[in-house]
């Protein structure tokens, strides 16, 4: 079913995604498991910007940027567009013209595997993307893919409609009908964190208030003469 | 003819070359016919730049920046300094003093396949530079190359002389001869662009504006029930 | 001797440490003989920071961050912590917690050859950290390592209590011992090459002022018209 | 539901999946419509082997195997063992011990996003491995991860029982359910191909057998003087 | 002139040819002033082989084959088909289906920056292919490109007839008119080499043969106790 | 210290290396505590060849092998030489006509971070060699370096005369004083991994012979059924 547009997939509720922005990638996919990280290779194209919204999926053909227009007319307020390609490809499939396209539709951001173009302007725009590269070069306007079925990118899956998060430290997914649990323990995260927080600022030690300590059973703490002494004598 | 520094290769006329500055790389690129990006790996050491000028050339051997001392007496006011490796190297070859030494010939940045070193001071002198590492590691003077002389940069050959335009995006290079009518397509896209803009802005589709869906012929648009149907019974 | 934590290494004298942080990387590294450099994967999470400090070294198990919290407690003002992996991760073993434990010990920031997260919060407090990757992924804290013994990182051995320079060029270590000697080098480089500077400045060239011609003895400084001539003939 | 071990999979016919492995990994992701391929990392241990099963999936944490040992139990006779880490790990999670188990449960061989070592003992015991890295470094059993779940390796997905074919071109799955279908689109396919081998091989032209003339409307077939005319003049 | 294609460009001399794929890539690359070598990306699939041929060039879209096609109309005995992509592509452009059709034209073999498969019946065949990768992953016709025109790959520009050998160090491209002279250098350095070999194969040194020793003078030859010494000391 | 050959480092007992040989690369690297492999980028240049000898060490600029001639007089019977640049870098610093040399020395192998070339002649010639590249890309002889100093490659720290053992899984170092201890652990390891093979291969489990059924407490062993539901209700 590569050939397909999925026209109505189920979104996660927007009032409970906007709640996941609040909290941040790292605190939302500790939150969850430590799962659904998208990998560090897709980096954001401004600081300082955190963003959820439902998943808009889209598969493009490598140099061939067909299926993001289709996918334009089956956004949503709220939605954040992601995009994959079939094979490895470092192409500029997305710019200025495409996200005012986007934009005009309420779409909050991009996350990409190929190349972004326009940077610039994209940040004055501002609308936010996440992508694996940066790049000039153009796309043709060819081959059918497909929007709004699963995809996966940086090792994840992401279905249609999936909560998307991110913010400097890169993207994180949630799926739909988790989002309502992730944003109670990530709201318990936060509360948990902030005491420890607290803590560690006084001096406390995290070898102490995680309990850490028996793990080093088998440590040697040394001095350094000890340690020249018996790298000596091997 | 490895060892040669050419000493009056023509240049690109300095006045068309400003107005590609103006268009920038991605606009320049695809008014060419989608030719001459340097590819992803060149990126900018700071943000909000956008130069154009004609290309000096530069062939080093990896680990060594003898060439580049070379390559200042050449320099020409306007000039743009294009430096290659005979075989790919990180090595920290180009710094402020050398920068210092170009400003003062009129040379309005540079494009490199190595690494950059005194990033800050570089941004602190507004000395804008495009490079595919940045590394403080040091290089030797002791192997000639070449001044001027055709070179390989990102998979494009960029001939000494030819037109370069670099901003966040990367680098795009111009044949010389061809600066004038790069000029004239890209006013022209760029007019078209804005046409483009205002309609898609105005929540008129791509699909429409561009006709692509006669592309999509063989797409089937179904709903979320029909897809995971589908998706059971293979 | 993989399980080993040293509890007091001799640590490079931290007034002699603050001047290094006067020179930066590319002039301490050029001084001491083009040495010490860690190489262009260590890239700095904030722009325009310049520190340095005796090294606090972490050998962590990859995806494991126990060893960190065994760290802290080893930790002196003035350190920088310098934390390896046993083999190649980019997992997200740093984040704020650790950075405000740290920071209630006085220690200066952070070099890693695994991943970073809550970049955004660490941009914020003030801790300035230099990693291989960004990357919220979370590790386990299960399998022991090491502390303050020497490790390897971007190729250079690093041995606790070395001196840590850090800027946006990268990364650079100066063997304790060699503390004293690096900051009188240092300090004749940069008066040396303010007085380059200055000759470059008007208009000198590097050519004249290194003495280079006599290498270039075997290229041909050739008119284009020339070299497209040689280059027809071969 | 990270840490499960699910007991009972479904796996694809085994007569159906040994028919595929007889079309090979290029074929059958062809038939299928150009899906499934885990594309160019996976790289082969032996070079001549062609091998199909029914995928015994296991997730593991970087650098540690605790969780191969678990899916040994879990292994039937046809098995082909698939193995992702929750992060990029080169580490040689994988060598002749636990090939020695899997072999007395009559797995047919393994496909890992880490690293493989013992390569010459695996070679020797006709083992078939395809692995992202080979590396010898070693890895602990400390954290669990899960048997016979969905996984993602080399951008696809793969859940227990899927089919995976593996050759020297690489590795490929194919959905349990999409099985019978494979085996008759791939012999389809290779009817189809053996014909037009015979058909280019006596020197007709792909051009004219696949219809592709019609899609060169635009180029233009010049004489290689009329080319070097239009280069000078641009 | 993207989408040309140049029907009649002259070849390199076969003779002349034949001769250089005696000598060998290395051989070749230095005699001719270590130039042409297309970088250690490109690797056989096949070991033991070395040939050489006239360069028939081709240029494609990024997971698009459609200019192969065209190629292979263009193809003359003894020719090498030498593939790029105007962006970088892994996938399998190239199969056994292709090589059938230009083995019935007399083509020697493959060099190609994106990815190939069939690859055991490639070796089957005896038809050989250096390759960027090896990728089962499908590619569509639709997009023009080129054939015959000047393409870079691997930092090289190859020109249309110019000769390329190839065996297991990889690839190298020699100037159409230079060949001549190519085989002549090599037939030299053949010579010299052998005479060389044989001196040091006696125990004679290369400080002495090649009168290195005068660059050694700033090397300090010392014991290791001296070295031990100096290293405490700094 | 850079410019410094040292003539007579002590060497690991050649004896006790020969039976770190019989062991291997996997074998010797756990049996001293998981340490001392290089990694996964070192590959052999041939099939199934275990070597072990004593490193002689070379420091030598990118691109350039003059110091590798000067080590060639400080070979003695036995040695593998063991070669790093300053920076990376890919070329071919090493070739048939050094390999001449040093087999004329008696020396019994190569290891090296930067590429090899004549790489169908040194199989031939059966000297085997295990680098990070392979290419005929040329090198010069300009810049001094050093020999029989410590070096880093791969990660690892080795010192002139420390063991180096290399096989088709990479390459591992033993510290020069610990090579008795390295034979003893090594020869112990073999023993009871001869004793747990033959258990596995009558079928016993890892989870059983090395105790892990504890480590999996918080494991859930599900049914396939039991597994959808959790999926289904989250």
């Known amino acids: 079913m590569l050939n397909v547009v999925v026209t109505d997939p189920p979104r996660a509720d927007l009032a409970q995604v906007d709640r996941l922005a609040e909290y941040g990638v ?6 969850i498991g430590r799962r659904g990280y998208l990998g560090p290779q897709l980096r954001p194209n401004q600081q300082g910007t955190r963003i959820a919204g439902p998943a808009l999926t889209v598969v493009c053909w490598p140099g061939d940027n067909l299926m993001i227009h289709v996918a334009v007319e089956q956004a949503k307020p709220g939605d954040i567009i992601v995009i ?15 996200a005012t396209s986007l934009v005009a539709r309420g779409v909050r951001g991009l996350v990409m595997g ?16 996440w992508t694996a590269h940066v790049s000039a070069q153009g796309t043709v306007k060819e081959t059918p893919g497909a929007v709004n079925v699963p995809v ?25 009908v988790e989002v309502g649990q992730a944003v109670a323990k990530s709201a318990a995260r936060v509360a948990k964190e902030d005491a420890t927080r607290q803590r560690l600022a006084a001096g406390e030690l995290g070898l102490d208030i995680y309990g850490l300590r028996p793990k080093l059973a088998k440590v040697a703490f040394i001095t350094a003469d000890e340690y020249s002494r018996r790298a000596g004598e091997v």
Do not use: K, N, W, Y
């Open 114 to 129: 190929a190349g972004l173009r326009d940077t610039q302007e994209l940040r004055d725009m501002g609308f936010p993307a």
């Open 26 to 31: 790292a605190t939302v996919h500790e939150a």
């Open 84 to 98: 994959t390609t079939t094979s490895p490809s470092t192409d500029g499939a997305f710019g200025e013209l495409l």
């Open 152 to 176: 996966v990118l940086g090792g994840q899956v992401i279905r249609p409609g999936d909560a998307i998060v991110a913010d400097d430290d890169g993207v994180c997914v949630v799926p739909r």
